[in-house]
């Protein structure tokens, strides 16, 4: 069973500029999540979408960062402007149903660096 | 205070000793707990669930008191290849998603 991809795997920016992350998650999971995790942290949950829809977006900085998923599939998150405190590396994550009960399974991450 | 709170550790090991991370959460609401690991620059995995009649998985044990809103992960007869960050988590208020603790790392040496 394909896990959940991401892309890029690394991306490096200028303060000001835009980026944008891309995650596939597992076939049939509806439920995904964007999580920040700066070094030396615990992943912090960002978003969280069950099918198309948002369930949490409370901790995500609305002013610069936006996500979406079209389709209750793929999702793309972005940060327009970016800022120096934005360097972190950004997991998705996916599970079948939203309960927390249920395993979230993670990609690799987009290790982001803003210089 | 923070949502959840762990160990500030490293903790470094010798191969074949036991070690115990302890774990704390301010949300009584929580209805769920997992321990998560998580290597050096990899994505974190769930290593276990914990309930509260407390669970075994081999060499790992995990433990919950509700009362106390304490988790803790015990770890017998380290191995090299237990060198990690193991993650306390737990649900939610609305038992929906998952809040992620700082993480403990373990390093075991031979």
């Known amino acids: 069973e394909a896990g959940v991809a991401q892309s890029p795997r690394y991306k490096i920016i200028e303060k000001r500029q835009s980026v944008a992350f891309w995650c596939n998650p597992i076939?049939?999971?509806?439920?995904l999540y964007w999580y920040q995790q700066i070094l030396g942290q615990g992943p912090k949950l960002l978003i969280q979408f069950q099918n198309n829809g948002v369930v949490d977006d409370s901790q995500l900085p609305k002013d610069r960062f936006s996500a979406e998923r079209l389709k209750g599939v793929d999702s793309t998150l972005k940060i327009q402007p970016a800022k120096l405190e934005d360097s972190a590396v950004y997991l998705c994550?996916?599970?079948?149903?939203?309960?927390?009960?249920?395993?979230?399974?993670f990609g690799q991450g987009t290790r982001l660096t803003v210089v | 205070r923070k949502e959840v709170e762990q160990d500030p550790g490293p903790f470094n090991v010798p191969e074949g000793a036991t070690v115990a991370f302890n774990c704390t959460y301010s949300?009584?609401?929580?209805?769920?707990f997992f321990w998560y690991r998580q290597d050096c620059r990899k994505e974190p995995k769930l290593l276990m669930s914990?309930?509260?009649s407390g669970n075994e998985d081999g060499r790992f044990t995990a433990q919950l008191n509700r009362a106390s809103q304490y988790i803790s992960l015990l770890i017998r007869d380290s191995k090299l290849s237990d060198s990690a960050t193991y993650l306390c988590?737990?649900?939610?208020?609305?038992?929906?998603?998952?809040?992620f603790g700082k993480g403990t790392t373990l390093s075991v040496s031979s």
């Open positions: 949300n009584s609401a929580s209805q769920s």
């Open positions: 076939s049939g999971h509806a439920t």
């Open positions: 914990v309930y509260s």
């Open positions: 994550a996916s599970s079948l149903v939203g309960h927390g009960n249920t395993e979230a399974f």
């Open positions: 988590v737990v649900t939610n208020q609305a038992g929906t998603a998952l809040i």
